[in-house]
């Protein structure tokens, strides 16, 4: 691909979901559908709780299967159907969305419900070839404790190379549904300014790294995407 043409990044939060019907995690005042995120997001609370941390993410899995993609999710598979290899998504959902509503490059840089890793031989399993009625699942290969593919706070984010680098290369950096809160991903905003980037925000209020934001659309994702799609795609021309 030329070099000197324009390039997108999308990432997306908590908010592009909402319309689903999953809970986003700073509205409902720093707690992940009533737990606190050190109990059910974080390598110490896994040791502390193996079980309570199961029955969170088990809960979280199968509610994923239940909800729907929203008109958010899928204008950005119109924009990508569009864009090709010019297109790179970001996501800290873990919800699988994405992927259900049809976006064919998708960084979960925060993992995802749907699979879990062995935490002695590291094996990666779908949920859906585990017994899901043990406490804590095992390991079909070494009989150990599965854990979820969750990126917790404290662990590093997946993918970190390959976004840095999509960040210094794009154009246009839209940040749709995410509170500007949530480190590294609350930088990506600065990073994309900084190398030169237009930078646009899709959000119900202002995200705390609004400084680094040139166009701000204040509302639902759902709403608000469907007719950015256009203009978007002719900015990028
Ligand atoms: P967040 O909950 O911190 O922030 C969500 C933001 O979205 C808020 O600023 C809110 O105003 C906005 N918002 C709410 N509804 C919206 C809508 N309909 N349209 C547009 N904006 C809307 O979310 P975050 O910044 O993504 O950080 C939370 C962390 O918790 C993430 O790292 C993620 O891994 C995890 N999490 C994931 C899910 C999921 O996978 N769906 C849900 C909750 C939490």
Redesign the pocket.
């Known amino acids: 691909m030329a070099d000197n043409q324009k390039k997108l990044v999308v990432l997306?939060?908590?908010?592009?979901?909402?319309?689903s019907g999953?809970?986003?995690?700073?509205?409902s005042g720093g707690l992940?559908e009533k737990h606190r995120v050190e109990d059910v997001?974080s390598p110490s609370g896994f040791a502390r709780d193996p079980r309570l941390v199961w029955r969170f993410y088990k809960a979280r899995y199968l509610q994923?299967l239940e909800v729907e993609p929203n008109p958010?999710h899928y204008a950005l598979v119109q924009i990508e159907e569009q864009l090709g290899g010019r297109f790179t998504l970001v996501t800290?959902?873990?919800?699988g969305?994405h992927y259900r509503a049809g976006s064919q490059r998708v960084f979960e840089m925060?993992g995802r419900?749907r699979t879990a890793f062995c935490t002695a031989c590291n094996t990666k399993k779908d949920m859906s070839e585990l017994d899901l009625e043990l406490d804590i699942p095992i390991c079909p290969n070494c009989r150990a404790a599965m854990r979820p593919d969750?990126?917790w706070f404290g662990e590093i984010p997946y993918y970190m190379y390959e976004i840095e680098s999509a960040l210094k290369d794009c154009s246009v950096l839209m940040v749709?549904?995410?509170?500007?809160?949530?480190y590294p991903?609350?930088g990506f905003v600065m990073t994309a300014k900084y190398m030169g980037a237009r930078t646009i925000c899709?959000?119900?209020?202002r995200?705390d790294n609004m400084i680094f934001v040139d166009e701000f659309h204040k509302?639902?994702?759902?709403e608000?995407l469907p007719n950015l799609v256009e203009p978007l795609l002719n900015s990028l021309a």
């Open positions: 997306t939060g908590a908010g592009i979901s909402a319309e999953i809970s986003t995690f700073r509205d992940w997001a994923s958010g800290q959902n873990v919800d969305l925060h419900l969750i990126v749709i549904g995410t509170s500007g809160a949530v991903a609350a899709v959000n119900l209020d995200p509302g639902k994702a759902g608000i």
